[in-house]
């Protein structure tokens, strides 16, 4: 077998790197195919943003500021649920042994429409893709 000549090294190099960058991007894109939201160098894109003004708006009173709990209601980052039990549990309400009760909001027209939107911000908090406080926003 005779050696790579200074051209083929060369063009193997780039389409090795290329593949390896290609490679990345994809498997990036793939891991975050299952996510509501879009965070990228620190920035929520629209759905994730609208979702921390929505749970500002009205879900923090009980479950803390940025949905770490509080005395009243509990952790929405720590152990989050699956969407379709967080959408029931918005839509319906929720009821505990004991003293503890959330109401529904399905006829809310604040976040009945927004559901998915404060669960992609939840789901942001919970994963580390956001951090405590006021999301930057991504550009149009």
Same mark, same amino acid.
């Given at each position: 077998?005779?050696?790579?000549?200074?051209?083929?090294?060369?063009?193997?190099?780039?389409?090795?790197?290329?593949?390896?960058?290609?490679?990345?991007?994809?498997?990036?894109?793939?891991?975050?195919?299952?996510?509501?939201?879009?965070?990228?160098?620190?920035?929520?894109?629209?759905?994730?943003?609208?979702?921390?003004?929505?749970?500002?708006?009205?879900?923090?009173?009980?479950?803390?500021? *940025? &949905?770490?709990? =509080?005395?009243?209601? #509990?952790?929405?980052?720590?152990?989050?649920? %699956?969407?379709?039990?967080?959408?029931? $549990?918005?839509? *319906? &309400?929720?009821? =505990?042994?004991?003293? #503890?009760?959330?109401?529904?909001?399905?006829? %809310?027209?604040?976040?009945?429409?927004? $559901?998915?939107?404060?669960?992609?911000?939840?789901?942001?908090?919970?994963?580390?893709?956001?951090?405590?406080?006021?999301?930057?926003?991504?550009?149009?």
């Amino acid at each position: 077998m005779r050696p790579f000549q200074p051209l083929q090294l060369v063009l193997f190099t780039v389409v090795a790197c290329g593949l390896v960058v290609v490679s990345g991007r994809s498997s990036q894109e793939t891991a975050a195919a299952d996510k509501f939201y879009r965070v990228i160098d620190g920035k929520a894109d629209a759905r994730t943003y609208n979702g921390y003004r929505r749970y500002h708006g009205g879900c923090s009173h009980c479950h803390g500021p *940025d &949905g770490v709990g =509080s005395t009243f209601a #509990s952790s929405l980052v720590d152990r989050p649920l %699956d969407i379709e039990t967080f959408r029931r $549990i918005v839509r *319906d &309400g929720q009821s =505990s042994s004991g003293s #503890s009760v959330m109401k529904g909001f399905a006829n %809310d027209p604040n976040f009945a429409p927004y $559901i998915d939107d404060i669960y992609a911000y939840l789901q942001a908090r919970a994963d580390g893709a956001l951090g405590r406080g006021r999301p930057k926003r991504m550009g149009p």
